[in-house]
């Protein structure tokens, strides 16, 4: 590689840096509703909002759903691109998987490098039985799903994702129930911690929030990696 090249490739590095600054840093990822499996042939409709910093809706966006199984080399992969939903920063795509399988599915945002990977997803004919997810592992879904673990870190679910210090780890955390509920209804009744930016209201339903309550207080699932 020539002296020129190099110049010409630290330019391009810098400006990809400078315009990911300008661009606003990075966004957070909150998907409506977990699928409890894919059907083969079926699109999945994946309906999700982007705020800039867990915080401001984004709007002209254009995201795109990905969906891998197997590997990187012999595996498969499908993307859906995602079109703005009724909702300022909402935007919804229709995925399609080709078979049946363990699905591992990406929203990648189109804000910089900003993405969420959710759980394993299973693809099923459709006639087959697949039990729902019910309790504490629905509440670690949710806690993929909902963007909270792209602020904080809890062993469950690993800290690929985690935008690191933008929240307090969960690991082995425990609070008052009813006080836990109260929180994750409006996040507003507590003041954040220092030097920690403020926890958006994502609208839970009570059944989402209960099930988060039973995710984030249940020790068990602490060393349950993803």
Not at 22 to 33: E, H, N, S, Y
Not at 69 to 79: A, Q, R
Request: positive net charge.
């Amino acid at each position: 590689m020539t002296r020129r090249t190099l110049s010409l490739a630290a330019l391009i590095t810098v400006a990809i840096a400078a315009s990911a600054d300008a661009f606003g840093g990075w966004a957070i990822i909150t998907l409506r509703d977990v699928p409890g499996r894919l059907v083969v042939g079926t699109p999945t409709e994946l309906s999700f909002i982007i705020r800039q910093h867990g915080v401001d809706p984004l709007t002209g966006l254009e995201p795109v759903v990905e969906a891998r199984t197997g590997t990187l080399l012999t595996g498969t992969k499908v993307t859906a691109k995602a079109k703005p939903g009724l909702v300022r920063g909402q935007y919804t795509a229709a995925l399609t998987v080709p078979k049946e399988g363990e699905w591992r599915v990406t929203i990648n945002s189109g804000f910089g490098p900003s993405k969420l990977e959710l759980l394993p997803i299973r693809a099923t004919d459709g006639k087959t039985t697949v039990a729902a997810l019910a309790g504490a592992e629905l509440g670690k879904h949710l806690f993929v799903a909902k963007g909270c673990v792209m602020c904080h870190v809890h062993a469950a679910t690993g800290d690929e994702q985690v935008i690191k210090g933008a929240a307090p780890d969960l690991t082995g955390k425990q609070f008052d129930p009813a006080y836990l509920a109260l929180w994750l209804a409006d996040p507003s009744i507590r003041p954040p911690s220092a030097g920690k930016g403020p926890m958006p209201n994502l609208a839970l339903s009570k059944p989402e929030i209960a099930a988060l309550a039973l995710f984030v207080n249940d020790r068990s699932v602490a060393s349950a990696k993803r």
